[in-house]
């Protein structure tokens, strides 16, 4: 059955496993809980992986900008709330909002999406899925009053903190380093004082090429302003010299 | 409401970015659903953290033994059936079962808890909580057709294959190093060709001692028999010199 409603709502729990040593949801495994919202949301409507994966086309996350007020407690039940805000050629952008039961807004995310063909990863025309059936989907009432990604400039500043091999559970099912695993990485770059004394507010990320298992993987870091730094990670492939830029982020922290 | 049944039965999915490169369930991810299942069944019984935490109790898991046939693949929905098979003074044996919608039996689990003081970090007789309610929940009749975990036997020739340092994603709410985080470097042992010839059949694992944010684990691994692998971690703490063991695993590969 193709869901007709424009906005998914999937019911999430905050599983006290999940949950850091301020017994709050962690981050990384927020991050999921919206990837996965994001997944049910297209599947429901025609355009989930298990649709695409036997066409040779899969999904791409691109940026994620995620802004928090507060986040779940352990055992709390929350809501992520997912819709397409724009649809164009080679990209669509989703939003989402994470809500509590009793109406808390604990916080929003914008997320960039790319369709690429899993065997030329060549970018491919959404609009040509269903005849450009994604259009009927495109909600633009709902509000999701977060700043989008913004490219994230760093400067030759940035020092090397963290060099990181990578293992077999940073590996997704298409074979790369997990989406998540690099927010995860970047958050543990930062002391447990950190998060004893300010709240991670703000989270934005851009992916610019894919690593693989086996990559090393170097993260650069730049304050930027009040408790708000820049994290570059480059890749270094196995026999291959050059470092390359796998994504950057911008992580802001403010006063708890 | 207090359940009453003795069995609990909680369905869990495959989660798309739960999964390996092999598009099957990462065994972090199940051990995971199988301890949330066990946090479940106590509450659910009025023996959950929710009751112990303000009386400053916690279970503590000392060991846990799972045994597969086969994995969940992506959004598989499947099930973790847990129950108490015995329960003495200090101790509770926990099974688990993992079975499918369609009644695949995808494994088994077998695991023992104690509950400490959070103060003085004491054993604390289960039997007292609630007048030794626990008792009426036990449930001998359901099969767990595997080995419980044994001592796991290591030589001097155990070589140190790998040190980590822990950061802010290793820790609980407890502020120690989460036990499925144990699991997962573990695995990330092995390189992706062994999970690509290889099914994980059975994993064993001792909890000896808690180490905290800061500390160092060193992982010692030495094969003992075919496709078969004890390892031992060890902590080092900071500004301490002695290497103090945390736990033993041994894990079981066999021809996928």
Known sequence: MIETNKIGRYQ???EPFHCDFTKHLLFGHLGNYMLNAADFHSHDRGFGMPYLNPIHKTWVLSRLAIEMTE???????FFVDTW???AVRYFTNRNFKIEGEDGTVYGY???VWAMIDTQTRQPQNILEIHGGKIIDYIETDKECPIEKSSRVKMSSDAQLIMTLDTHYND???NGHINSVKYIEHVLDLFPLSQYENFLLKRFEIAYVAESHFGDKLNFYLEKSGEEEYCIRITKLEEKIENEVETCRCKVKFVKD
Do not use: H, L, R, W
């Not at 986040?71 to 039940?77: C, F, V």
């Open 171 to 173: 590996v997704d099912v």
């Open 84 to 86: 397409i805000e724009s």
């Open 71 to 77: 986040y779940p407690t352990q055992y709390k039940k």
């Open 12 to 14: 999430f729990m905050a």
């Open 109 to 111: 995310g914008k997320s």
